[in-house]
């Protein structure tokens, strides 16, 4: 499976959720598969959908679902220690490792490699790590979201992007809705 196959499949699972979705290509996917006012879109800013997630999960009580890419994982890596040593139970990081910069062409990430993004979580002090193949990270999903507890997945997928449209909203409207979903 490639990861625009694996956000359709839990689209309706994170239907309810507040979701920090990936730079990119994967924002692009997630919105012209299931556009929800809880979907923050991250137009910018590579890297930080997990360090964004994890603040708006400190900041208040509904779940958190931080969707982001091994490659942006990768170039922030100091978010794995601030989330192992302070995770709440209201958050799941959900790294998509494809092992490529799916959004600038494929070029493949060291997690293609030899780096261990589970191994490097667990390392960090996040207790709840799991890694998931990708056809069973819905089922997977779930059981997480059932359990309360802030966890760390890690889905191993194909590489791979789905042709899917810009996203043409502006900025200032995706983020007025996503506060407002917040705020409800």
């Known amino acids: ?11 309706p699972i994170l239907r309810d959720e507040l979701v920090v979705c990936n730079i990119g290509i994967p924002s692009q996917e ?4 299931d556009d929800q006012p809880t979907n923050f879109y991250m137009l910018g800013t590579m890297g930080l959908a997990s360090s964004i997630g994890f603040g708006l999960a400190l900041a208040q009580d509904k779940l958190v679902i931080s969707i982001d890419g091994d490659g ?5 890596l100091g978010t794995l220690p ?10 799941i990081l959900m790294i998509i490792d494809n092992g490529s910069y799916g959004s600038t062409g494929d070029q493949p990430t060291y997690a293609g490699m030899r780096t261990d993004l589970a191994a490097m979580a667990k390392a960090a002090g996040c207790e709840n790590v799991i890694e998931v193949q990708d056809v069973d990270t819905g089922a997977k999903l779930q059981e997480v ?12 997928c194909d590489s791979g992007n789905a042709k899917m449209p810009v996203i043409t909203m502006d900025p200032v409207i995706i983020r ?6 917040v705020a409800s």
Do not use: C, Q, W
């Not at 499976?1 to 689209?11: P, V």
């Not at 979201?145 to 191993?156: A, E, L, Y």
């Open 145 to 156: 979201i059932d359990s309360g507890k802030g966890t760390v997945m890690v889905v191993k």
């Open 1 to 11: 499976m490639i990861r625009s196959e694996i956000l359709k499949e839990i689209a």
């Open 30 to 33: 997630l919105h012209a598969i």
């Open 72 to 76: 942006s994982v990768l170039t922030n």
């Open 176 to 181: 007025d809705r996503f506060m407002k979903a």
């Open 82 to 91: 601030t989330i192992g040593n302070n995770m709440p139970s209201n958050y």
